[in-house]
């Protein structure tokens, strides 16, 4: 049976298009440029021979023709998603073991991404303070934080730690001079992330005040708030720095002499979908590397 059908991710763009009536909240969804679902639109619309929205002062409006369209391109994706489900399986489910802030702060902005490539596998994201040992039988990856002492094929170093300041625009006006009377905000209670920097920034620190928190996150969190100033991993704050939520005053970047790995047991017939995970974050991670050095300098 020969079938007369429009491209199907012209469909695909569409149909998020008439959800959400919005070519730049479709084109986040769909992980794609604005002009990108644009395009599809205006293929769709040209390969139909009428107008499926128009754009009014008040935004996009879905046309009669378009909202019948709508309808009907979604009962078919859906019994397109009911078909296919019966082949899913726990087997097309990769799980990786992250700590907190890294999940928080670099894992799931980047996750829909990968999502949007292999949209048949499901990703389980266990968020532990604990590592993933290599003897963890209850994860196919995971993100780990340390000096690497671990076998070289199972363990990828991502980037190595650098670690400075940062507060919210203003809370540091008088610069490195305010930094004696500012509120310390310590990720963990050993406070050893102030007490290194101070000691390669050559600041000295009461690193004995301030506040505590059980994760990075918290800390940035709280600094972003306006509560005092905390020590953090570079990587980990550059989305919020660029964002403006955060500063970075003083601009004197320490190694810890740690890094983040990606870690994986020691199982040579690795699942496909595991190894394509594994690919997309060591791929993904190369920007993280690039930050690292712009701190660098």
């Not at 990968?114 to 048949?120: G, N, W, Y």
């Not at 994760?215 to 005092?228: I, K, T, V, Y």
């Not at 810890?256 to 060591?282: E, F, M, N």
């Given at each position: 049976?020969?079938?007369?059908?429009?491209?199907?991710?012209?469909?695909?763009?569409?149909?998020?298009?008439?959800?959400?009536?919005?070519?730049?909240?479709?084109?986040?969804?769909?992980?794609?440029?604005?002009?990108?679902?644009?395009?599809?639109?205006?293929?769709?619309?040209?390969?139909?021979?009428?107008?499926?929205?128009?754009?009014?002062?008040?935004?996009?409006?879905?046309?009669?023709?378009?909202?019948?369209?709508?309808?009907?391109?979604?009962?078919?994706?859906?019994?397109?998603?009911?078909?296919?489900?019966?082949?899913?399986?726990?087997?097309?489910?990769?799980?990786?073991?992250?700590?907190?802030t890294f999940a928080l702060r670099w894992l799931f902005p980047r996750l829909?991404?990968?999502?949007?490539?292999?949209?048949?596998?499901?990703?389980?994201?266990?968020?532990?303070?604990?590592?993933?040992?290599?003897?963890?039988?209850?994860?196919?990856?995971?993100?780990?934080?340390?000096?690497?002492?671990?076998?070289?094929?199972c363990a990828t170093e991502l980037y190595p730690e650098w670690i400075l300041p940062v507060?919210?625009?203003?809370?540091?006006?008088?610069?490195?001079?305010?930094?004696?009377?500012?509120?310390?905000?310590?990720?963990?209670?050993?406070?050893?992330?102030?007490?290194?920097?101070?000691?390669?920034?050559?600041?000295?620190?009461?690193?004995?005040?301030?506040?505590?928190?059980?994760?990075?996150?918290?800390?940035?969190?709280?600094?972003?708030?306006?509560?005092?100033?905390?020590?953090?991993?570079?990587?980990?704050?550059?989305?919020?720095?660029?964002?403006?939520?955060?500063?970075?005053?003083?601009?004197?970047?320490?190694?810890?002499?740690?890094?983040?790995?990606?870690?994986?047991?020691?199982?040579?017939?690795?699942?496909?979908?595991?190894?394509?995970?594994?690919?997309?974050?060591?791929?993904?991670?190369?920007?993280?590397?690039?930050?690292?050095?712009?701190?660098?300098?």
């Amino acid at each position: 049976m020969t079938r007369r059908l429009p491209s199907l991710n012209a469909l695909r763009c569409f149909e998020v298009v008439a959800a959400q009536l919005s070519i730049k909240k479709a084109a986040q969804t769909l992980h794609v440029s604005e002009s990108a679902v644009s395009r599809q639109v205006r293929i769709l619309e040209e390969q139909l021979g009428a107008p499926l929205f128009v754009r009014t002062h008040n935004g996009l409006e879905i046309t009669d023709a378009g909202q019948r369209l709508a309808v009907s391109v979604k009962e078919a994706f859906d019994h397109i998603a009911k078909a296919v489900n019966p082949f899913q399986s726990d087997h097309d489910a990769v799980t990786i073991k992250v700590l907190p802030t890294f999940a928080l702060r670099w894992l799931f902005p980047r996750l829909r991404a990968f999502q949007a490539q292999h949209p048949l596998i499901k990703v389980n994201v266990q968020t532990r303070l604990n590592d993933m040992t290599l003897n963890d039988a209850d994860a196919d990856l995971g993100i780990r934080y340390g000096i690497g002492n671990w076998p070289q094929d199972c363990a990828t170093e991502l980037y190595p730690e650098w670690i400075l300041p940062v507060c919210a625009p203003g809370y540091l006006a008088g610069g490195e001079d305010d930094l004696d009377k500012a509120t310390l905000l310590h990720p963990l209670p050993d406070r050893q992330d102030w007490l290194t920097w101070s000691e390669k920034a050559g600041h000295r620190l009461d690193a004995r005040k301030g506040l505590d928190f059980d994760a990075l996150d918290m800390a940035l969190s709280a600094a972003e708030a306006g509560l005092g100033i905390a020590m953090t991993d570079v990587v980990l704050a550059h989305e919020a720095i660029e964002a403006g939520r955060l500063v970075a005053p003083l601009r004197k970047a320490v190694p810890t002499g740690a890094s983040y790995y990606l870690v994986r047991p020691p199982d040579l017939r690795r699942r496909r979908q595991v190894k394509l995970l594994d690919d997309w974050i060591c791929h993904e991670i190369h920007a993280a590397r690039d930050t690292v050095r712009l701190y660098m300098q």
